[in-house]
């Protein structure tokens, strides 16, 4: 089929890093969708842990058993890269009540800047549905376990990432108690 005709869809975010509830979005909008564009947004107001390059690379070995699924990054407006790219939709995955003003006021606005592309949210698995970037770098810099909430490369390279930050980081203080006399 020529690329025109196939129903694609966007799938954009941070990805910094890719969680298993980003792959497990993934794998839902490839059962819907011919073609998946994971698309690693640049944004300069944030500040991130991992390259555009190194995410883009998570996300294409993480992904590499789902034959639709193209890895991309755009900077600009996310509609203005649907549109370039032959997409009818945006995926964003709705994890919680917290995320939902959010994605709202994301679709509608993206809406209005391009009528005829249509936002479609996924829920995740109940297993995923917790899980966060945020929450999993964070627990990765404190020498937590991630391995259960992110695909084995993406652990892989963020315990390296932190073993490496805290081998040359100063000896971590240790926690202290002050303790008032009686
Ligand atoms: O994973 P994130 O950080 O929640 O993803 C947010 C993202 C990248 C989807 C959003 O910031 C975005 O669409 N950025 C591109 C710029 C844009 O189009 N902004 C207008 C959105 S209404």
């Known amino acids: 089929m020529p690329k025109a005709q196939l129903r ?18 993934i ?10 564009i994971v698309a690693v947004a640049h944004n300069e107001q944030k500040a991130a842990l991992l390259s555009i390059d190194e995410r883009m690379q998570l996300i294409s070995s993480v992904t590499s058993h789902l034959k639709a699924v193209e890895v991309a990054t755009f900077d600009g407006l996310l509609v203005e890269f649907a549109r370039n790219s032959g997409a009818s939709t945006l995926i964003r995955g709705l994890r919680a009540v917290s995320d939902f003003e959010y994605e709202f006021q994301m679709a509608l606005m993206n809406r209005r800047l391009a009528p005829e592309i249509e936002t479609l949210f996924l829920t995740p698995s109940e ?3 917790f899980l966060s970037s945020r929450l999993v770098k964070e627990i ?3 020498g937590g376990e991630i391995s259960p909430f992110v695909p084995p490369p993406v652990s892989k390279t963020l315990k390296t990432l932190f073993a490496t930050r805290r081998k040359n980081s100063p000896q971590t203080r240790n926690p ?5 006399r009686k």
Do not use: K
């Not at 990805?15 to 792959?23: E, K």
């Not at 202290?176 to 008032?180: A, D, K, P, S």
């Open 27 to 36: 794998e839902r909008a490839c059962r819907l969708f011919d073609r998946v």
């Open 127 to 129: 297993e995923t549905s």
């Open 176 to 180: 202290r108690t002050i303790t008032r």
């Open 140 to 142: 990765a810099r404190l």
């Open 8 to 25: 694609t869809a966007v799938y954009p975010g941070s990805f910094d890093p890719i969680t298993n509830g980003h792959l497990d979005v």
